[in-house]
């Protein structure tokens, strides 16, 4: 905590003057936005009188529960309260959330634990620990009642946060009670028992969320609409090329324009306008003179990249593989062989907010407000750019406007924030990327190409099974020590054989899956659902595809194959009734099926589509089963199983990142469209936990969507639809 | 060059030098501290920057704050005292936000939509709910603009959701 009083003695003079000024301001104008005004120019010191870390009770019953992982909209905060609550057996109607910053993280050593929140583990990775807080909580609460009245604590019941003891009639609250506990000591976590879910209250119920309320009212303030005293905005230009490099730019012609403080030359690469404001600093960008070269990558277009992933597909060589048997021996010596290549292009993230940062950097100190998926990667890129020690600086985290996997580990606007304010010490910069900034500089999801292959005996069963997966690999990327020996797993996510994860659900005669890395100069990263996106749709596609040519129902065949992985058909099952598989359907609509498994939770889908002659298809139904082992929110597992089906049709239907001259061609949504509410089916929901595992719920449902929907379309056409986005193939989404 | 302007927003008047070309998004957040109206593409595709300029939705972004002249501007912050508007109602109680950024944009077109058209169609929705969300929140968005207007109960649309899971008995 000696880092946070520093800091409130650097800012605490600073701190008054504003709050001061946001008053008066505030009623001088008659508007409120005095809270905005005030928003604080240091981290926000934790509650005191902690029980223990993750839960505070304060006198007036009012009990804090402390959230590590970041809200980007999936309702981390609320899932993860509602486990801590149901430990403690507090009064759900008092609860609210507070989050350590990774400078209060790390002053404490790391007791929070891990602050990244990707790949669905925002629950599953921390249920466990968040809940024996919970639990140890009211151990001590109970346990200093029952010093207090001296009595046996086995006598004592709470039921939402009143301890009483009914053999005497004594009642206490947790408030009343609390400083007592707090001295106590906290039990060993080791034997605490949980509960199990069938006893859950408050955990496994569809609480309301803990954060609606000001997201309707424009109360709510996003990093984006941070407002400091003093503070300066800046607008970035990279070279629309990745790669290139600035040779020269004049200042002088914006040195006149209003508010204008300066350019900034990031790097070689990057450049900003500082101004009073962010409009006019972005319009002196615009108009500010500059000169780039294109560095080797100015002719490298989508079609280029198609071509070296094609000619992965049948490169010799040592790739990484999973081999069972010999597929190619069986697949050559069937009665019937099948064969078909996929792609998917690179697709931008677009959040609705994007991409920003604030910075200040202040006597030897360093603080950012950023909206991040990982707040210690926020504070490292923090330390690293400033060159200050991690001690001597913080982040505060402002909850997302979307995240998706594109405000994780690359914290490439901290480093760009970083590079303004040492040239404007003491003044906060506000660093906005515009919408064509953010498209054309994302981590793409990657692009890839597959080769899929099998054979089926007389009886139409498959004798062997082989894919090929090309393309760029974001460990090479981002995570490049991930990589041994040119061999990287993870672009074959969904087709692992380790159970608990992100295995695939069916057992082949002979199987080999192979990852051939073919790196463009355009850089990738992960996105909502990673590479179980493009492997769900060329899995279970060309299993559509593989039962058809064998004369089988698509739900049959798939169950043929599912013998080991009762997981997997428990989905597939419940989806399939859930979505009255095999009745009958009106004239012209059409059935598509799809199983797959992410982020340790099992998704299936069922979509039900007539297809005009114009290539309108129309979603009439669209049903998804998921088993994510416990359901901590019902109400907002639905929720993101909704909002994955959205953004899974957005990638089907429209979404491509083009690559035109080594740079990416669709900078806006005119040219990168998305979803709108009138193309959006309703999403039918079965919830299927098994209760013997914990599995992600942001993340696992979108690799279903797109298999689900254009088998659909291959029952309605006859035809397979192998390359994305449908659009470019004459498709609507109506 | 810079212009005096008069602009009355919320029901008050306000007064600011600036240059005609400013879009009105950014007179409101930067000028005026008004940032409940969002900037999301600055070429009026996504709608989080929609305010009311005579009680019609118009994309912020994409106006001149000269153009705005005499017109009545209403912004989110302006839209109920207290978050009692019966959109605003219908979206808390359905839990319709994820990230929340789009959602005073699609707040402000809900309540307007049901200014026009009290007991709006599906297709009524699906015409005038136009704004993007990335998070997904559709299906939601229509069910709490019925919920507003009247159409169908909170209770009603929350039991879709709430629906406790099934198939697997509890451990």
């Not at chain 1, 199983?641 to 080594?662: C, P, R, W």
């Not at chain 1, 298999?707 to 659009?727: E, M, S, W, Y």
Request: proline share 5%; aromatic share 6%.
């Amino acid at each position: 905590m000696k880092q946070m009083d520093s800091l409130a003695r650097t800012f605490g003079r600073r701190q008054f003057l504003i709050s001061s000024a946001g008053v008066a301001g505030g009623l001088a104008l008659g508007l409120s936005w005095s809270e905005n005004t005030q928003a604080q120019l240091t981290v926000p010191p934790l509650s005191v009188d902690e029980v223990n870390l993750w839960v505070v009770i304060q006198r007036d019953e009012t009990c804090v529960i402390r959230i590590a992982r970041s809200e980007m909209g999936q309702g981390t905060r609320t899932g993860l309260a509602q486990l801590v609550a149901e430990e403690l057996e507090c009064d759900w109607a008092r609860v609210r959330t507070e989050e350590p910053s990774p400078g209060q993280n790390l002053a404490r050593g790391r007791a929070w634990g891990d602050m990244s929140t990707g790949g669905s583990r925002g629950i599953r990775t921390s249920h466990d620990y968040v809940r024996r807080g919970g639990a140890a909580a009211r151990m001590m609460l109970m346990q200093a009642a029952a010093n207090q009245w001296n009595v046996p604590l086995v006598e004592l019941r709470v039921v939402a946060g009143v301890i009483q003891h009914e053999p005497s009639g004594r009642k206490t609250s947790y408030g009343q009670i609390a400083d007592a506990a707090a001295k106590l000591t906290p039990p060993d976590w080791k034997t605490i028992v949980l509960k199990k879910p069938a006893e859950w209250r408050i955990a496994g119920h569809s609480m309301p969320r803990l954060d609606s309320a000001d997201k309707v009212d424009g109360r709510k303030v996003f990093s984006i609409d941070l407002r400091l005293p003093n503070m300066l905005c800046a607008a970035v230009m990279q070279c629309p090329v990745f790669g290139g490099k600035i040779i020269r730019f004049d200042e002088r012609a914006i040195a006149a324009r209003r508010g204008v403080k300066g350019v900034v030359k990031i790097n070689e690469s990057t450049l900003a306008v500082v101004a009073d404001q962010w409009w006019r600093a972005k319009t002196a960008l615009a108009a500010l003179p500059m000169e780039w070269d294109w560095g080797p990558n100015a002719q490298v277009s989508s079609q280029s990249i198609a071509e070296s992933l094609r000619e992965g597909l049948s490169a010799e060589g040592d790739f990484w593989q999973r081999k069972e048997g010999d597929a190619p021996a069986a697949i050559a010596a069937s009665a019937k062989q099948l064969e078909a290549i996929y792609s998917s292009p690179f697709l931008a993230h677009a959040t609705m907010e994007p991409m920003n940062c604030t910075v200040l950097i202040e006597g030897g100190r360093a603080q950012a407000w950023v909206p991040t998926q990982n707040a210690e990667a926020s504070i490292a890129a923090l330390s690293e750019a400033t060159g200050f020690p991690l001690g001597q600086c913080d982040v505060q985290k402002m909850d997302l406007g979307g995240g998706f996997g594109r405000r994780g580990g690359t914290q490439d606007y901290i480093h760009q924030a970083v590079a303004v304010a040492q040239k404007f010490p003491g003044q906060p910069i506000k660093l906005i990327w515009s919408r064509e900034e953010d498209m054309g500089h994302d981590f793409y999801r990657p692009t890839s190409m597959a080769k899929l292959s099998a054979g089926l005996d007389s009886n139409g069963n498959l004798t062997g099974f082989q894919v090929r997966v090309s393309g760029p690999s974001i460990n090479a990327y981002l995570t490049p020590a991930a990589i041994k020996n040119n061999k990287d797993t993870r672009q074959l996510q969904g087709f692992w054989a380790e159970a608990g994860d992100a295995q695939l659900g069916y057992t082949f005669p002979a199987l080999l899956t192979e990852y051939v890395m073919r790196n463009s100069h355009v850089p990738v990263g992960p996105w909502r659902g990673v590479n179980t996106n493009q492997n769900g749709i060329y899995m279970e596609c060309f299993i559509e595809e593989c039962a058809r040519a064998a004369g089988r129902d698509s739900l049959e065949f798939r169950r043929s194959l599912m013998g080991k992985h009762p997981k997997h058909l428990g989905v597939l099952n419940a989806v399939a009734q859930k979505a009255d598989w095999g009745k009958p359907l009106p004239a012209g609509v059409y059935r598509g099926l799809a199983q797959f498994m992410g982020y340790a939770s099992y998704s299936a889908a069922v979509a039900e589509v007539s297809v005009s002659s114009k290539g309108e298809v129309k979603i009439h139904r669209i049903v998804f089963a998921l088993d994510c082992g416990h359901v901590v929110n019902p109400a907002q597992v639905r929720a993101q199983i909704e909002g994955g089906a959205v953004m899974g049709l957005s990638a089907v239907f429209n979404g491509e990142s083009t690559v035109d001259q080594g740079r990416i061609k669709e900078l806006n949504f005119d040219t990168y469209p998305i979803l709108k509410l009138k193309e959006t089916p309703r999403v039918e929901t079965v919830l299927v936990p098994s209760f013997d595992f914990w599995g992600g719920v942001g993340e696992p449902t979108i690799c279903v969507v797109g298999p689900a929907v254009l088998n659909a379309i291959f029952a309605a056409t006859g035809k397979p639809q192998r390359n994305l986005p449908l659009r470019k193939f004459g498709f609507t989404l109506v | 060059m810079e212009q005096s302007l008069k602009l009355t927003i919320n029901g008050v008047v306000r007064a600011i030098h600036v240059e005609p070309e400013m879009p009105l998004l950014w007179a409101l957040r930067e000028q005026l501290g008004l940032t409940g109206t969002k900037f999301g593409c600055g070429i009026a595709q996504c709608g989080a920057c929609t305010v009311y300029l005579d009680g019609r939705p118009a994309r912020s972004c994409s106006i001149p704050v000269s153009a705005v002249g005499k017109a009545k501007i209403t912004t989110i912050e302006g839209l109920s005292k207290d978050g009692s508007h019966p959109v605003q109602k219908a979206w808390v109680a359905l839990d319709v936000p994820q990230c929340g950024y789009c959602q005073s944009g699609q707040v402000m077109v809900a309540a307007a939509l049901l200014k026009r058209s009290p007991r709006p169609s599906d297709a009524e929705i699906d015409e005038a709910m136009n704004n993007l969300c990335r998070c997904g929140t559709y299906q939601r968005i229509r069910d709490a603009v019925h919920v507003a207007a009247g159409q169908k109960t909170v209770q009603q649309v929350q039991a879709t959701y709430a629906e406790r899971p099934v198939g697997v008995s509890r451990a």
